[in-house]
């Protein structure tokens, strides 16, 4: 398979916008199915890639998934989500949109959110869920932000930025875990300076960005 440079990962949880999902797969190089993660895409009319786990979760497959990899793996201490990463890793992915990765099981929405901060550095992540979150590390980012849409940012678990271009304004402000960096609006041209650490940046579904 060549190289990819992009992929979407459908996991096991609730699956809050179909449409952000299938476009984000028209996009990617790879599709990738987390388990139980198969199940999502069968409804969106997906054929993946591979899907990647310990299998305890996979739905029954159609004929036409006859060619689909199934990389088998049952190592306990790790979690599907955390497979699967690994796998668009080996295939040369580094910008990765994650879907259905939140709702349904809390405990596994939580360990969901803990792997992708904690891998945060292997890849550009982004977070498909009834809007969008991306998580940012250290540089310069411009926002793709219209004037006026409503965003979040918060730290993962700890940063330190400037922020331009918003109703709140920052200058080399330590954030951490908290509600300082929620609910600001983009008033021109948004930039975000990471001078350390990693950030959400998140963007509900009623202000697409």
Known sequence: MTRARSALLLLGGELRSAAAAKSAARRADLVLCAD????????????????????????????????????????????????TLDHARRLGARDVSVAAALGGDLGHALVNLAVLERRGRDFELSLLDGGGARLLGPGRHALPLKRGTRFTLLAAPHARVSLSGALYPLKNAVLSR??????????????????????????DSNDPA
């Open 178 to 203: 908290g509600s300082r960096g929620l609910g600001n609006r983009a008033t021109g041209k948004t930039v975000l300076t990471v001078r350390a650490g990693l950030v959400w940046l998140a963007v």
């Open 36 to 83: 139980g993660g198969a199940r999502h895409a069968l409804k969106l009319g997906l054929i993946p890639d591979a899907v990647v786990g310990d299998m305890d979760s996979l739905p029954r497959l159609p004929r036409s998934w006859r060619a689909v990899a199934r990389v088998l793996d049952r190592d306990e201490d790790r979690g599907d989500l955390d497979k």
